[in-house]
């Protein structure tokens, strides 16, 4: 089975209602306006917009996410939101473990993990987000670094049809700074070498490996080419309806 190419924003914690209801707004027109695409498209606004977003996408072949989620279906965890919340309102997607998440909220593979699971089981589709820091770049622990975080934060029952994966350099985003296309594909085949002693062989062959890290409309066709590259999720990007679906097009979508 082909992989899909997905083309994910990640809009993170920008747009207040107006700005979000208009970029959706925006990007269900391009999208409509081609009408067939060789890909499959996913926004991930901030919770607080992601009902208006819902309906501005209406018609369009645009799939919602969240950015995050908890592990529990319900219960004291305040300012938390579970996956069957997110399930209700029309996401299929949550991302999972993004490196903010991890710097910030000090999330570990084990949590990731938790909620990966939690979200599967609801049938929400996960993005799990693993990368080095520059520090671990620059100590050659790459490879190393993105094999623990994909033996840690991925379930052991994780298949294709419910998990993609996001290698995200943490010191490629939102910098403007990015690896080479040969660094890219060479952390691409690991990952994929690592999900086969995860999840097996045929699971990871057919499991999307998408690379983030500020991709813009020039690099896309660079990045999203390589053989092990399945897509990008997309943050500054994604907030400008040209770009984001400039992407998609020069990636040959
Ligand atoms: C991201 O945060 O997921 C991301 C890739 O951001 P940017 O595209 O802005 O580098």
């Given amino acids: 089975m082909a992989r899909k190419t997905l083309i994910a924003g990640n809009w993170k914690m920008n747009g207040l209602l107006a700005d979000g209801v208009d970029l959706a707004k925006g990007i269900n ?19 607080t917009l992601l009902t208006s977003v819902k309906k501005a996408l209406r ?33 299929s997607y949550v991302i999972l473990g993004h490196s903010e998440r991890r710097a910030d909220h000090g999330e570990s593979n ?32 790459t490879i190393n670094v993105c094999t623990l975080q994909i033996a840690g934060s991925v379930p052991d029952d994780a298949t294709a049809a419910d998990t993609v994966i996001a ?28 999900l086969a002693k995860k999840i097996g062989k045929g699971n990871a062959n057919k499991m999307r490996i998408l690379y983030g890290g ?6 896309a066709k660079e990045f999203l080419s390589l ?11 994604s907030l400008k309806v040209a770009d984001f679906l400039g992407i998609a097009e020069n990636a040959g979508c």
């Fill in 29 to 47: 027109t391009a999208v409509k306006s081609k009408g067939k695409w060789n890909c499959e498209f996913l926004v991930c606004p901030p919770f």
């Fill in 59 to 91: 018609g369009a072949k645009v799939a919602l996410g969240a950015q995050d989620c908890h592990f529990a279906e319900k219960g004291a965890h305040t300012g938390d939101i579970s996956p069957v919340m997110l399930k209700e309102i029309g996401c």
């Fill in 110 to 141: 084990e949590l990731i993990n938790k909620k990966a699971v939690a979200a599967h089981q609801q049938g929400l589709k996960t993005i799990i987000c693993i990368g080095e820091t520059e520090a671990e770049r620059d100590a050659g622990k």
């Fill in 167 to 194: 290698y995200e350099p943490v010191w490629a985003i939102g910098t403007g700074k990015t690896p080479t296309a040969k660094d890219v594909e060479e952390v691409h085949a690991a990952v994929r070498k690592a």
């Fill in 214 to 219: 500020s991709v813009k409309p020039g690099n």
């Fill in 227 to 237: 053989p092990d590259v399945d897509g990008a999720l997309i943050g500054g990007a």
